[in-house]
């Protein structure tokens, strides 16, 4: 094993780990969903990732990293080691085994689920949350976590028959902002609109075919006050029930010749033109 650089503890690495060590085959198992949900646990990839994760106390569980890697980011595992966070050394093709993609950057965090319920995250009074209902991509779903972070949101809510925000190309998209938001995940998406109407949110429902137009949402002033946007299926858009039990069905205006405007795309207009009028 190298020296440790910059004052990483020797004595807090082991390893070097192979795809074979349990330790390593246990924490692979995370890239299926039922072993996340029985493990409460995910795997988060790459500095950038594991940055974030070590800034939110308690989530990251163990770190795993190549020899070349734990130098370049000495300071991340220098950060884990002094809070106890064990950091394991791999070799390669362990880290390989654990990395979900193609260039793998050399770490992998193991983290623990992140979830809030949502009365909790709607008692911080949040005044811009965003819901996901039946979206299935999870590269669409990481994108407008990302992006309502962004905007200010203080709560994303995983509805119904949402892909898992612990996915691993959804950690990816989110770009650390998984960690930064409250994450929500619940099984009846019209509950939690009640419970939005509940703590004083005008729940708004996007639609292609809606009968408001953001424009003129806009311009009346009526997305100045405590929003919840509501978010469908990239196919098929939202369930008609959703889209009936909102306060409003929204379009986004097309000025020019293209035919729709794709769900992360459509997700930055709505929660761009909130936070502006929020602000």
């Known amino acids: ?36 949900d029985e493990a409460g646990r995910f795997l988060a990839e790459g500095p950038q990732a594991v940055r ?3 800034e939110r106390a308690g989530t990251v569980v163990e770190l795993f990293g190549t020899p070349t890697a ?22 390669d093709d362990g880290l390989a085994a654990l990395a979900e993609t193609v260039a793998p950057q050399g770490l992998v965090a193991v983290c623990r689920h992140l979830d809030v319920p949502l009365e909790d995250a709607l008692a911080r009074g949040p005044r811009l949350v965003a819901v996901l209902a039946g979206i299935r991509d999870p590269g669409n779903a990481g994108t407008v976590l990302r992006t309502a972070d962004a905007a200010g949101a203080g709560a994303v809510v995983f509805a119904g028959d949402t892909v898992d925000p612990y996915n691993g190309k959804c950690v990816r998209s989110s770009a650390g902002s998984l960690f930064h938001v409250d994450v929500v995940r619940a099984p009846d998406p019209l509950a939690v609109l009640a ?9 708004l429902a996007t639609t292609g075919y ?70």
């Open 52 to 54: 974030e994760a070590l």
């Open 1 to 36: 094993m190298q020296s440790p650089p910059h004052g990483r503890r020797l004595d807090a690495v082991v390893g070097p780990f192979t795809p074979r060590t349990p330790r390593v085959v246990a924490a692979r198992r995370l890239q299926r969903r039922r072993d996340r």
């Open 210 to 279: 809606g009968d408001s137009d953001l424009d003129d949402l806009i311009d009346y002033g009526r997305l100045a006050a405590p929003t919840g946007w509501l978010f469908g299926s990239e196919a098929h858009g939202l369930a008609e029930e959703l889209a009936a039990a909102a306060d409003a069905r929204v379009r986004v205006p097309l000025h020019g010749r293209a035919e729709s405007l794709n769900l992360a795309a459509a997700a930055a207009v709505c929660l761009y033109a909130s936070a502006r009028a929020l602000r």
């Open 70 to 91: 734990l130098d370049r980011y000495a300071d991340l595992a220098s950060r884990a080691a002094h809070t106890d966070v064990p950091v394991s050394e791999v070799t």
């Open 195 to 203: 419970a939005l109407r509940a703590a004083g949110l005008t729940v």
